[in-house]
């Protein structure tokens, strides 16, 4: 157990369908981070916010959109996503950007599957 | 953008020690060192950090060359669960990537019984 709770752990949706990935953390920790991991490939950064400011779009596509509605909390919205979006999809929270000598805790990810 | 460089895997027997190398040669002044691992089917968890000095903790020794261009992640006894894949990262202090953590291949360990 991290800290770092992610729901659903699994989830499979079709193309046309809309969902949410949810990610919490009570470290209280001011910056918290969406990553996708393919299939033997390394993390892919894909959204940061710092005090619940967005500090970081790693050129997604606008079919995933994130929400931070405190620090506590970070959500990512999925709408007519691709099969090629399969993917773990990682939460990690940390102290701040500017705490770079703290460590960054990680959930245990959603397993999604695109149909 | 500071960069890793590691080997793919390596391999070690249970209960020997490992060593995981990163090169790391355009490490600015004030870049933390950090190492996570990831085991398998989990997301990866902090194993240590550091920033010029030699590192330890419970689960491992961060050794830092002097002139801060490698480092070197020290498992003292392997075990079969430290069969994850292991990431060297520089937690930049400035531009574009200031404070993110952006992971590189890493080094698949393998360990044998």
């Known amino acids: 157990e991290t800290g770092v709770t992610q729901t659903p752990r699994h989830l499979v949706m079709g193309m046309t369908n809309k969902k949410s990935l949810k990610c919490e953390q009570h470290?209280?920790?001011?910056?918290m981070y969406w990553y996708k991991q393919s299939a033997k490939k390394p993390l892919e950064l894909m959204f940061v916010?710092?005090?619940?400011?967005?500090?970081e779009n790693n050129s997604v596509p606008s079919r995933f959109s994130p929400e931070c509605p405190n620090s506590s909390h970070l959500f990512l919205h999925l709408h007519t996503l691709q099969p090629e979006d399969s993917a773990l999809y990682l939460c990690a929270s940390s102290q701040d950007l500017g705490q770079m000598n703290t460590e960054a805790f990680f959930g245990q990810g959603t397993r999604l599957t695109v149909v | 953008d500071a960069k890793t460089t590691q080997p793919n895997s390596m391999e070690s027997n249970e209960e020997e020690p490992v060593h995981l190398p990163c090169n790391h040669s355009?490490?600015?002044?004030?870049?933390?060192i950090h190492w996570y691992r990831q085991l398998p089917s989990q997301g990866p968890e902090y194993v240590i950090h550091g920033l010029t000095s030699n590192v330890n903790n419970r689960m491992a020794s961060l050794a830092i060359a002097e002139d801060r261009k490698s480092s070197t992640l020290i498992l003292h006894r392997a075990t079969l669960r430290d069969a994850a894949v292991y990431y060297c990262i520089l937690r930049d202090s400035g531009g574009t990537s200031y404070g993110k953590l952006t992971f590189g291949q890493g080094t698949i360990l393998t360990v044998h019984p």
């Open positions: 355009t490490i600015s002044g004030t870049d933390y």
């Open positions: 470290l209280g920790h001011n910056a």
């Open positions: 916010y710092n005090f619940k400011e967005q500090t």
